[in-house]
């Protein structure tokens, strides 16, 4: 199970960009690179995912070097309304199917 | 579509007593998860259903009992609650087994008080 590697916290003002990295030192082949945002008092809610190279949406881009050992969230111009913890999860195809591991996430706080 | 609902909202138990939570998703989702979150922590996976008909163990899953009663409902079930319990606690959905590039839906939580 690869394990990740996020800052524990993070501060920015409005109208910034905010990248947030993750390390992922032993992922595998088969490995996906997923990104999650939980507000307060809500569940998390999926942003983007990717392989390698660059994959952008409407929330945010995720860019991930050749080696794969890391990836980079990158959220465009955040508002306060950003201000919410941040999940880098890894994972592909495991011998007996377990699921994705959450660890503590990157918790960005968004000041006016 | 409601997505993945839960019920309760809130709780407040008694240490000893029982109580069954319980979450439905509307999706059609073939997988399905209980997380558990304390104060500044990730979430930590209790149980899971791979499929209808199947649960298996996270990585907290002692004093949790869960029943996928069918492919929409998936309980969880604490039989003699602790104070260690008190916590909010997400149910989650996905199409196909999380791990396998499948998105997971979560619910709105319930938050558990046990004194």
């Known amino acids: 199970l690869a394990k990740t590697t996020q800052p524990i916290s993070m501060d920015s003002y409005e109208g910034q960009e905010v990248n947030i990295t993750c390390s992922h030192n032993?992922?595998?082949?088969?490995?996906?690179i997923t990104w999650y945002q939980q507000f307060p008092s809500q569940g998390p809610r999926f942003i983007i995912q990717?392989?390698?190279t660059k994959v952008t949406n409407e929330v945010a881009s995720l860019f991930i070097p050749a080696d794969r050992k890391s990836s980079t969230l990158s959220l465009p111009r955040v508002s306060l309304s950003d201000t919410a913890v941040y999940y880098c999860l890894v994972g592909g195809t495991y011998s007996g199917n377990t699921p994705l591991v959450f660890g503590k996430g990157t918790r960005l706080s968004v000041i006016a | 579509n409601a997505g993945v609902t839960q019920t309760p909202k809130f709780q407040v138990l008694k240490t000893g007593q029982s109580m069954t939570l319980q979450c439905a998703q509307d999706?059609?989702?073939?997988?399905m998860y209980w997380y558990r979150q304390d104060p500044g922590m990730g979430l930590r996976l209790i149980y899971y259903?791979?499929?209808?008909?199947?649960?298996d163990k996270g990585e907290v899953p002692n004093g949790y009992n869960v029943s996928r009663l069918n492919k929409r409902e998936f309980s969880l079930r604490l039989e003699s609650a602790a104070p260690s319990q008190t916590s909010v606690y997400f149910c989650?959905?996905?199409?196909?087994?999380?791990?396998?590039?499948?998105?997971?839906?979560f619910g709105p939580g319930t938050r558990l008080l046990v004194l």
């Open positions: 999706m059609n989702h073939n997988s």
């Open positions: 990717g392989y390698k």
């Open positions: 259903s791979a499929s209808e008909g199947t649960t």
């Open positions: 032993n992922i595998a082949t088969n490995d996906y």
């Open positions: 989650a959905s996905s199409f196909g087994l999380a791990g396998l590039q499948e998105t997971q839906y």
